[in-house]
């Protein structure tokens, strides 16, 4: 396909590069030192210049767009440059954006701003965050199958039971299968012999049960999450807290801004809005911040954040969860103990590019930054899976796959070497990006 990228930040950049292997990738910015360095470090074509001006984006070969992404860090923009791409062509378009109120008049509308696909980097980052709280132990939370699956990214601790077994050893739970490992930034497509480190992580596929049940025995000091503070009265602040209060819960959200927080307890009715500074140690501990399952941190600047995490674990907060705003400071905050960070751009690059992969999928999610995909397949009655064993299909695959989880008629099928795949089954594999393609085709 040939798609056209609006914006060359970390979230256009991203995108490129996660879909320039197997498209023909354009960008388009204003800032000639972004499109310099995107020239130089992926291989894609970019071109200075403004998106929402049609002749820019005819440059950019908007007469054989299948797609146009406009993603630059301004709502505005990005749906003018959506509208701007539809006069006279019909590409599909995506826009990107941070305002919800765009996202709930899009929602109304059909093609409202001349938009077909739109993502909201708040309401994503907000729903991330609550994915996570309902796995106390888990980093990373996505579903399949409607709700049926779930997978999920655990740490394993130095002295964790399965550190230092193979997963035929240790993958003996029902309702799951360990379908890959993270050790030292390198995702591994495993096999009954592969060793499970003490420090990887586990990406874990099976039923939400099973995943609830597995998460308690990773950690089992970890309470269900029921206390939760949110730090900062910011957009995803208050989005999370909206989140939570849907679920049944009372959030509580700490604020400095006088004005802002009597607003944000006029708009959220179930939450206790409190204003004061969140680095005051006293205070914290006077409101039991101490005591909290969940402590999510949201602040204009990263420093600041870091602060507040930190403060929050070391008066003894079970978990934090920090929004990073600069994703090259992620690992950053979880190396100094920040249980998980998040970055904005980064799941939204991650969410437009699961969509435009989408196409020959039922579902996809990305691992260790793109490294490999956990993907939802629909098996046809002409597919080599269909009617045999896993044990045998799995080995004429032209790359390592793991089946971590079928569907069968709105039901969850546990797969083992054994299980015979059915036409109409719902299977979802884990392969490396690289050989997404090839995989796909053969199945």
């Known amino acids: 396909m040939h798609i056209v990228v609006i914006g060359a930040g970390e979230v256009g950049s991203s995108i490129a590069a996660d879909l320039s292997e197997t498209h023909d990738i354009v960008v388009v910015d204003l800032d000639p030192d972004r499109v310099e360095s995107l020239t130089f470090s992926e ?3 970019a071109i200075e210049g403004d998106g929402t001006s049609l002749s820019v984006l005819e440059e950019a070969g908007l007469d054989e767009a299948d797609i146009v992404i406009a993603c630059t860090d301004d709502d505005e923009t990005n749906l003018v440059a959506c509208s701007t791409a539809k006069v006279g062509y019909d590409p599909f ?6 305002n919800t109120s765009f996202l709930e008049t899009w929602h109304r509308g059909v093609r409202v701003f ?3 696909f739109m993502v909201c980097t708040n309401l994503l980052t907000a729903e991330s965050i609550v994915r996570m709280a309902g796995l106390p132990a888990a980093r990373d939370v996505d579903t399949f199958a409607e709700g049926i699956v779930q997978m999920a990214e655990f740490e394993v601790a130095p002295d964790s039971p ?5 997963i035929s050893e240790a993958d ?6 360990f379908a890959g490992i ?3 930034g390198e995702v591994i497509i495993p096999d009954g012999d592969t060793v499970i480190e003490g420090g990887a992580r586990l990406v874990v596929i099976g039923t939400p049960e099973s995943l609830r049940e597995f998460a308690s025995e990773m950690a089992p000091e970890a309470h269900r999450t029921k206390e939760v503070v949110i730090i900062g009265g910011d957009a995803i602040g208050e989005e999370t807290a909206r989140l939570f209060q849907e679920r049944g819960l009372t959030p509580r959200l700490i604020d ?6 009597q607003t944000l307890a006029e708009r959220l009715s179930d939450t206790v809005v409190m204003c004061h500074d969140a680095t005051d140690v006293e205070f914290l501990i006077r409101e039991h911040v101490d005591k909290a399952d969940l402590v999510v941190v949201s602040l204009d600047s990263d420093e600041r954040t870091l602060l507040a995490s930190l403060l929050a674990k070391q008066i003894g907060s079970s978990r934090t969860v920090a929004v990073v705003e600069t994703g090259e400071y992620v690992q950053l905050f979880e190396a100094v103990g920040i249980d998980v960070a998040i970055n904005p751009r980064e799941v939204t690059a991650e969410e437009i590019t699961r969509f435009t992969r989408e196409q020959h999928t039922e579902n996809v999610a990305l691992i ?5 995909e956990v993907i939802e397949v629909e098996v046809t009655p002409d597919s080599p899976l269909a009617g045999r064993p896993i044990k045998d299909t799995v080995e004429e695959l032209p790359a390592p796959v793991v089946i971590g989880a079928i569907t069968r008629a709105g039901a969850f099928v546990t797969p083992r070497g054994e299980t015979v795949v059915e036409a109409g089954d719902h299977v979802v594999i884990l392969v490396s990006t690289g050989v997404v393609d090839t995989v796909l085709d053969a199945i």
């Open 162 to 166: 399965i550190a230092t077994q193979r």
């Open 182 to 184: 993270i050790h030292e």
């Open 93 to 98: 378009t995506i826009a990107r954006v941070r």
């Open 172 to 177: 003996q739970y029902e309702a799951l299968t």
């Open 114 to 116: 001349n938009v077909d």
């Open 43 to 45: 291989d894609v074509l």
């Open 368 to 372: 260790e930054s793109d490294q490999a």
């Open 256 to 261: 400095n801004d006088e004005d802002h927080t």
